[in-house]
């Protein structure tokens, strides 16, 4: 009666603490994002600044210039992007009208079809309401805020480093290799996963663009990225994006076959992006499973919004190797993983192919 009553007392803290942290992790979401940001972008542009550092320059230098060459390439790709968001952004009355235009005509053969009225048909001021103002302003000014801080964290925490990991030194108990294991481990995962997913996002980006091109697209090189960027996002990002570049084309042409077109292309890529691009590139550093995942997006998104639906994959993928490294929440570790033999098979394919690829311009 005792152990039982020990095992309900344990679940009921466990539940409290849950509940505790999603809280502090919702109200503190405007000091915790950028501090989550900073330190995932810090193991990211780590090896970049240690690298500079090797070469003599100061560690306050190497960090400055490691932000600077970062910054300016955002910067690079969102000035080439302004003048499609400026045309996009002017087109959108004759997109409205479009929109209005096609729902009234497929609501019309709706009603003809099944012998209903004519009354109540929508407009797209009926269903697209006006947007608060002081909301609005408010949102804006704390992603600028948030902007601002990120950088700042990211300085602080590669130029503190030493002293960082000092005080983990001293914390551990068992002559510091677990708790320094461990932080290789995350960092490893950190790494990957950020870097992995830059270059996916790159290649993601270039393949969509093309297909756009060739399918006529207005501002392909914008709809391209926007793609790529909502590829972060696994399984969400990927029908959100699909369905709004698919619903553009479909208003701004006269035939059906653009719309389909641009459907099957976007699924291509998919295709080509799960199944080649992403297990090439990141491989099986964050190897959660998918029920896994798709929780972390909900959960992330309904405490942080966008950056939680992000942010808690490789969130997850820490979690797992924390539990993994304790031996009561091992099977935790293991619920949270992947063991689909099909994801190394794959990814060993590859790799053997990469090898015989090297040997063969070796021996020639």
Avoid: C
Avoid at 80 to 92: H, M, R, Y
Avoid at 137 to 162: A, Q
Avoid at 198 to 213: C, P
Avoid at 291 to 305: E, P, R, S, T
């Amino acid at each position: 009666m005792s152990t039982s009553l020990n095992r309900i007392q344990k679940t009921a803290y466990s539940m409290i603490i849950f509940v505790l942290a999603v809280l502090i992790l919702k109200m503190g979401s405007v000091i915790i994002i950028p501090l989550v940001w900073g330190v995932f972008f810090s193991f990211a542009l780590y090896p970049i600044s240690n690298w500079l550092e090797e070469r003599r320059f100061p560690r306050g230098l190497a960090i400055t210039l490691t932000l600077v060459l970062v910054t300016s390439l955002v910067i690079t790709v969102l000035y080439f992007l302004t003048d499609q968001v400026l045309g996009l952004i002017s087109d959108i009355p004759e997109i409205k009208l479009a929109f209005e235009t096609k729902v009234n005509i497929y609501l019309g053969e709706f009603r003809n079809y099944f012998g209903l009225g004519t009354d109540g048909f929508l407009s797209t001021d009926d269903l697209l309401k006006k947007q608060n103002v002081e909301s609005a302003i408010f949102e804006t000014g704390r992603s600028l805020v948030l902007l601002g801080v990120i950088p700042l964290f990211i300085f602080l925490m590669l130029f503190y480093k030493d002293f960082f990991m000092e005080f983990l030194k001293r914390r551990s108990k068992d002559g510091n290799t677990s708790i320094l294991n461990w932080i290789k481990e995350s960092g490893s995962v950190i790494q990957s996963y950020l870097l992995g997913m830059l270059m996916v996002t790159g290649i993601v980006s270039l393949i969509s663009g093309f297909a756009f091109y060739l399918l006529g697209i207005k501002y392909f090189m914008l709809f391209a990225v926007f793609i790529a960027v909502m590829n972060l996002i696994p399984y969400v990002g990927v029908i959100f994006s699909s369905l709004l570049v698919v619903l553009y084309v479909l208003l701004t042409t006269d035939t059906i076959f653009y719309p389909l077109a641009t459907l099957f292309l976007l699924w291509l890529i998919q295709l080509i992006e799960n199944n080649l691009i992403t297990p090439f590139v990141v491989g099986a550093k964050v190897r959660v499973n998918a029920f896994a995942v798709i929780l972390a997006i909900l959960i992330g998104a309904y405490i942080w919004g966008v950056s939680g639906m992000i942010l808690f994959i490789p969130m997850v993928g820490i979690l797992k190797i924390t539990f993994e490294r304790i031996p009561a929440l091992a099977p935790y570790g293991f619920l949270l993983g992947d063991n689909n033999q099909v994801h190394e098979k794959r990814e060993n394919f590859w790799k053997l192919l990469v090898k015989k690829v090297k040997s063969k311009k070796e021996v020639n």
